[in-house]
């Protein structure tokens, strides 16, 4: 079975630029949560969709947004970028197993954004 | 509310002894607790879980965590290191029954392996 996949795996940017990114999640996964890690600041939840509704969103500022797809695939946009979003965005899928209870979270291996 | 502390940013030990990271949490709620592990540049991969069943939890590549309410501690431990073992390490908690929203994450550990 296929992990979590994120593409690309690497990506430069000018401030100012937008950039999306895409996750595909485990087969039969309709949740995919999106984070981004930064030395500073740790991992931070950014926002969580399930079949295609975004469920819960972190504090984040608008310029972050996302969407998922009937597939479960996702993707994650950031318009005008900053220094700042420099990361690595990470993205994780689960699925529900029964009676409210989900999966552990399954990681891809990240979308490492460079901000110039 | 619910959160995560890990109490070492960084743990340093010789090949062949034992590891020990520490992690208490706070939860409002019989928490759901994982251990991940990060490797350079790579993604989060899974170590072990306590979902409330079994308070002594068994991973793998040998790693062993015990749920401790009493104590609200999740440490993970292993008997032996491995120079592989060197990564990030982090103690996340989720409240049950919820899916995967807003994971909450410790600060992680650096494990150190020295030859």
């Known amino acids: 079975k296929a992990g979590v996949t994120q593409t690309p795996r690497y990506l430069i940017k000018t401030r100012g630029q937008q950039v999306t990114l895409s996750c595909s999640p485990i087969?039969?996964?309709?949740?995919v949560s999106w984070y981004q890690q930064t030395p500073g600041q740790g991992l931070q939840f950014l926002f969580e969709?399930?079949?295609?509704?975004?469920?819960n969103k972190g504090n984040f500022p608008g310029r972050f947004s996302g969407r998922q797809f009937s597939n479960s695939r996702s993707e994650m946009n950031v318009s005008t970028l900053e220094l700042g979003d420099s990361a690595l965005y990470l993205c994780?899928?689960?699925?529900?197993?029964?009676?409210?209870?989900?999966?552990?979270?399954?990681f891809g291996q990240g979308t490492r954004l460079t901000v110039v | 509310a619910q959160s995560v502390t890990q109490l070492d940013s960084h743990v340093s030990v010789s090949e062949g002894t034992p590891v020990l990271l520490r992690c208490n949490y706070s939860?409002?709620?019989?928490?759901?607790l994982f251990w991940y592990v990060q490797h350079p540049n790579k993604g989060l991969q899974l170590l072990l879980k306590?979902?409330?069943?079994?308070?002594l939890v068994k991973g793998i590549n040998g790693f062993e965590a015990e749920f401790k309410k009493s104590e609200t501690s999740f440490h993970l431990t292993k008997p032996s290191a491995h120079m592989s073992d060197a990564a990030e390490y982090f103690c996340?908690?989720?409240?049950?029954?919820?899916?995967?929203?807003?994971?909450?994450f410790g600060t992680g550990t650096r494990l150190t392996i020295i030859p």
């Open positions: 994780a899928s689960s699925s529900p197993v029964g009676q409210g209870a989900y999966t552990e979270a399954f």
């Open positions: 087969s039969g996964h309709r949740s």
């Open positions: 969709y399930f079949s295609e509704t975004q469920r």
């Open positions: 939860s409002s709620y019989s928490p759901s």
């Open positions: 306590y979902t409330s069943a079994a308070t």
């Open positions: 996340v908690v989720r409240r049950p029954n919820f899916g995967n929203e807003k994971l909450t």
